[in-house]
T-cell receptor, first 113, second 111 residues
Framework: NAGVMQNPRHLVRRRGQEARLRCSPMKGHSHVYWYRQLPEEGLKFMVYLQKENIIDESGMPKERFSAEFPKEGPSILRIQQVVRGDSAAYFC???????????FGDGTRLSIL | GESVGLHLPTLSVQEGDNSIINCAYSNSASDYFIWYKQESGKGPQFIIDIRSNMDKRQGQRVTVLLNKTVKHLSLQIAATQPGDSAVYFCADNARGNKLVFGAGTILRVKS
């Protein structure tokens, strides 16, 4: 009964390093979404991907952030040259198709030293 | 601008009572709404959804009501239990596939 799997659960990086966050969608789901959550706030949309395609990246900063969802393997959210302001919980969701509910993983908590 | 917001940041209820969590949205184009429950250290858990062609939808112990006239939806939890304690978010699809989340309501259940 595998739901959306994210790893690592916790990630610590120093300023200037790279962070790579992984997300395996639910079985059969080909739509993946990444959201970011700051403490005591709601989730904010970052990017929406289908297999090998970025559909909407309007919520993702233009610099340092990138996302991919290759034909094989998990979706990756990559943050280059991290800064303190990147500290947050990053959640991945998947859906069967675009008008079905999005189901979330338990997130990656990114801390920047 | 479009927004999804909650009227009450914290709701305390007695175990066994019914809970009502409210949410307002501003975009008339929103046609799909979801309620999520988030426990500490976990991701949002899908509770129930409703589309704009419906006014009410029921699940197990939960009911969502949608009032399109005043752009308001609510989540009703019957016979609230300690395990219901969490943060509850409403979300809508005002931006297509991108869900717009409200700030959240903390539900505290007193035994």
């Amino acid at each position: 009964n595998a739901g959306v799997m994210q790893n690592p659960r916790h990630l610590v990086r120093r300023r200037g390093q790279e962070a790579r966050l992984r997300c395996s969608p639910m079985k059969g789901h080909s739509h993946v979404y990444w959201y970011r959550q700051l403490p005591e706030e709601g989730l904010k949309f970052m990017v929406y991907l289908q297999k090998e395609n970025i559909i909407d990246e309007s919520g993702m900063p233009k610099e340092r952030f990138s996302a991919e969802f290759p034909k094989e393997g998990p979706s990756i959210l990559r943050i280059q040259q991290v800064v303190r302001g990147d500290s947050a919980a990053y959640f991945c969701a998947s859906s069967l198709n675009s008008d079905q509910p999005q189901h979330f993983g338990d997130g990656t908590r990114l801390s920047i030293l | 601008g479009e927004s999804v917001g909650l009227h009450l940041p914290t709701l305390s209820v007695q175990e066994g009572d019914n809970s009502i969590i409210n949410c307002a949205y501003s975009n008339s184009a929103s046609d799909y709404f979801i309620w999520y429950k988030q426990e500490s250290g976990k991701g949002p858990q899908f509770i129930i959804d409703i589309r704009s062609n419906m006014d009410k939808r029921q699940g197990q112990r939960v009911t969502v009501l949608l009032n399109k006239t005043v752009k308001h939806l609510s989540l009703q939890i019957a016979a609230t239990q300690p395990g219901d304690s969490a943060v509850y978010f409403c979300a809508d699809n005002a931006r297509g596939n991108k869900l717009v989340f409200g700030a959240g309501t903390i539900l505290r259940v007193k035994s």
